[in-house]
């Protein structure tokens, strides 16, 4: 499976499944990027989403982490894109509660 | 602001030459045993915890042998002071002390430099010597170009005629030391109550040093956790959690403090305990002076403000949300350029992730205002994804005053507590 994996500024990584992207009819993800990113760092090339900076760069925050790739991906494209965004500081909080928080109980 | 145990402030202070008592901080009484059993008794049992007044608060015992310490260490560990558990304490030598004086180099603000501070009336007191008594309190600008030299010392210390002149040179030096300190570890305060004068000359018993936030990034030697000012106490887990968002990325910048970390304020005042988010802090303050009356306490405070990327909304609503005491969600935004549909982008994530099986429509009464930059934008989002259609969810836009904020999450709260009956 080809994919486009890429690291980004606040310390997560973008990771795209560029098989589920040749059959997308809306290649949402691009074009919300260069719609509502500032950075606008994706592109269509042969029919699938690119970077146009390079991955240092868009480490360094050419992205500008909106979100939007992976939220329009989601609801018009193939589900392909997904953001991660470790906290691993509340993972560790979460480990260690002897309550769960209110969105993991039944009301 | 980072503030250090007051062991490790006397690290800093050994490795600048500052005599300290000699001493190690444990976990047990059996630790404790054996450090004193190498320093010899009697000892002081401190325990290490951030807040001041540890004298008063009954923070610091004396131990003459082995079953006096074992029961002191039983007692401290016990202990919460000013509300923090007592994890860990600081066996030392007890120092013979003749005479007690207060030393300190801090920030002030108001004349932009730093200021050094002494008075021959140091210990537990001071700060009522501090009020009643100013004439005992002197202080003495400190040019930072210039720096705080062995004969500025003297000069400040010769303004009480009480302190013998023959200390007086052993404690200029300790203070131009004191100073290093300040200045290569980026204070906010270095400070010594008390200072004893002892046969053997002056030795800091205590250690007080806080060190700049902004500074911690190079100060990498002292392997601080960043997290907002919360007072006397330290950090919280979620603090610490909240304070590592910003640390990579300074495109806009999340500050969050647990008002009331366990919820056990809200309880005692009959309040519901809620999380709570603002985009500015002046609305944070007028939107929480609209809940309490109405019954609600935000037992955190939250500012995501200077047009945050979405992933740091992600992050911290998720943190908000992860508060177990909670039962609501409030979210104001005031009128900005803050790009308010990046901002929503970064809560649908994070109502997505925590809500899975409703698509994240959440479980607890939500109120989010959008007003501002892009805020059409932000409530369009939120009904795409199929979130402000969920029962207890209510997305407002830019004609909703803060007031209005609070009262429709009180009619949804009333409603959602009547249905479900809540947690």
Not at chain 2, 283 to 288: C, F, G
Not at chain 2, 384 to 401: E, M, Y
Request: net charge negative.
């Amino acid at each position: 499976m080809s994919t486009l994996e890429f690291e980004i500024r606040s310390g997560g990584t973008i990771r795209i499944e560029l098989d589920k992207c040749r059959s997308c009819e809306t290649k949402a993800c691009v074009k919300i990027c260069n719609t509502t990113g500032m950075g606008q760092i994706l592109e269509l090339k042969d029919g699938v989403p690119a970077l146009k900076p390079t991955l240092e760069e868009v480490k360094r925050g050419a992205c500008t982490e909106d979100l939007a790739c992976e939220l329009d991906c989601e609801l018009y494209g193939n589900k392909a894109l997904v953001v991660s965004l470790p906290l691993p500081e509340l993972d560790e909080y979460l480990e260690g509660l002897s309550e769960k928080p209110t969105y993991a109980r039944e009301a | 602001m980072a503030r250090l145990l007051e062991y490790r402030g006397k690290a800093l202070f050994r490795r600048k030459g500052i005599p300290v008592p000699d001493g190690r901080a444990v976990q047990s009484a059996e630790e404790a045993l054996s450090v004193a059993d190498e320093l010899g008794f009697p000892v002081a049992v401190k325990a290490q915890v951030h807040a001041g007044g540890r004298g008063k608060a009954g923070a610091i015992l004396f131990a003459e042998d082995r079953d006096s310490l074992t029961q002191a260490v039983r007692e401290l560990l016990a202990k919460r002071i000013h509300g923090a558990p007592v994890r860990e304490l600081l066996i030392e030598k007890k120092a013979d002390i003749e005479q007690e004086l207060y030393v300190a180099v801090t920030a002030d603000p108001s004349m932009r430099q730093p200021v050094a501070i002494f008075s021959a009336k140091g210990g537990v007191e001071v700060e009522q010597t501090a009020d009643e008594e100013a004439s005992a309190v002197f202080t003495m600008p400190i040019d930072i170009m210039r720096g705080f030299y062995y004969y500025d010392a003297l000069n400040l210390l010769r303004r009480d005629w009480q302190l013998d002149s023959r200390r007086m040179f052993a404690v200029a030096n300790l203070y131009t030391n004191l100073y290093r300190v300040y200045r290569e570890y980026d204070c906010k305060l270095a400070e010594i109550n008390p200072l004893a004068l002892t046969a053997d000359g002056p030795v800091a018993v205590d250690a007080r040093v806080d060190i700049d936030d902004d500074a911690l990034a190079r100060q990498t030697t002292l392997d601080l956790e960043v997290a907002e000012e919360a007072g006397e106490r330290a950090a919280t887990a979620l603090e610490v959690a909240a304070g590592t968002i910003d640390e990579n990325d300074h495109r806009g910048s999340i500050h969050f403090v647990q008002i009331d970390p366990d919820g056990s304020y809200a309880q005692a005042e009959g309040k519901v305990p809620i999380g709570f988010d603002c985009v500015g802090a002046g609305t944070s303050l007028t939107t929480m002076d609209e809940l309490v009356p109405l019954g609600y306490y935000p037992i955190n405070f939250c500012d995501s403000s200077g047009n945050p990327v979405g992933s740091k909304l992600y992050r911290i609503t998720k943190v908000i949300m992860s508060q177990p005491q909670i039962e609501g969600y409030v979210f104001v935004s005031c009128v900005s350029s803050q790009q308010l549909d990046n901002t929503a982008r970064g809560i649908i994530k994070a109502f997505k992730e925590l809500y899975p099986s409703t698509g994240g429509q959440p479980n607890i009464p939500c109120v989010l205002v959008f007003r501002g930059a892009w805020d059409d934008v932000a409530i369009d989002l939120f009904k795409q994804h199929g979130i402000s259609a969920g029962r207890w969810v209510r997305v407002l836009g830019r004609d909703t005053a803060e007031i209005e904020a609070a009262e429709v999450f009180d009619a949804l709260y009333k409603e959602w507590k009547s249905e479900t009956g809540g947690f």
